[in-house]
């Protein structure tokens, strides 16, 4: 069974970083997609970065800012989120998707301050 447990978040200051992580359980395929997403209240989730294969997709308005990487040995994925903003608060979840089944995380709130 694969179970995803994110950790990190918080709050910060605009212009600061926060690192969020997602451990996975479980056996995971090397062609397994991972992918964090993000909601705020009272809008719908969206597709923040993707990573398969080493190859990594970004939102436009978080390109250049966050970077979504993968430690196979740790079997965790991250997302380093730097000069943040405060339209970047939301609760933010991480995604796994391999063999057609989909897996995520209970969610970590980021709150970025201006």
């Known amino acids: 069974q694969v179970q995803l447990v994110e950790s990190g978040g918080g709050l910060v200051q605009a212009g600061g970083s926060l690192r969020l992580s997602c451990a996975v359980s479980?056996?995971?395929?090397?062609?397994?997609?991972m992918g964090w997403y993000r909601q705020a209240p009272g809008k719908q989730r969206e597709l923040v970065a993707t990573?398969?294969?080493?190859?990594?997709t970004y939102t436009d308005s978080v390109k250049g800012r966050f970077t979504i990487s993968r430690d196979n040995a740790k079997k965790t994925f991250s997302l380093q989120m730097n000069s943040l903003k405060p339209e970047d608060t939301s609760v933010y979840y991480c995604?796994?998707?391999?063999?057609?089944?989909?897996?995520w995380g209970q969610g970590a709130q980021v709150t970025v301050s201006s």
């Open positions: 479980g056996v995971i395929s090397s062609s397994a997609a």
């Open positions: 995604r796994l998707n391999q063999w057609g089944r989909e897996y």
């Open positions: 990573i398969r294969s080493g190859t990594t």
